[in-house]
């Protein structure tokens, strides 16, 4: 198995210093998927945009993979017309 960081981004940045052990980069892949759809879930809270980044190193520092969701949630053009005519 090989150790692997995987650190954070989005309002706040988290480092990862700890690590995890994972058979492969599939395991890697699955971690990732979890780990930002869990930023989204706790993390969005009514911001009508955020963009959330999970950065994954190995134990030597290399950069394995990257991750990224963005999410917008806005208004209906017509809603937003509406709102600013009142």
């Known amino acids: 198995m090989t150790r692997f960081f995987i650190d954070t981004f989005d309002s706040i940045d988290v480092i990862d210093n700890v690590g995890q052990d994972l058979l492969n980069e599939d395991?890697?892949?699955?971690?990732?998927?979890?780990?930002?759809?869990?930023m989204l879930r706790d993390e969005h809270k009514g911001r009508p945009a955020a963009q959330y980044r999970a950065e994954v190193r190995d134990e030597a520092g290399n950069r394995v993979l990257t991750?990224?969701?963005?999410?917008?949630?806005?208004?209906?053009p017509e809603r937003k017309a509406a709102a600013a005519t009142e």
Do not use: F, H, Q
Request: cysteine-free; glycine content about 10%.
């Open 27 to 38: 395991a890697v892949r699955e971690i990732v998927r979890k780990t930002l759809v869990g």
């Open 67 to 76: 991750g990224s969701v963005l999410i917008v949630i806005d208004k209906a």
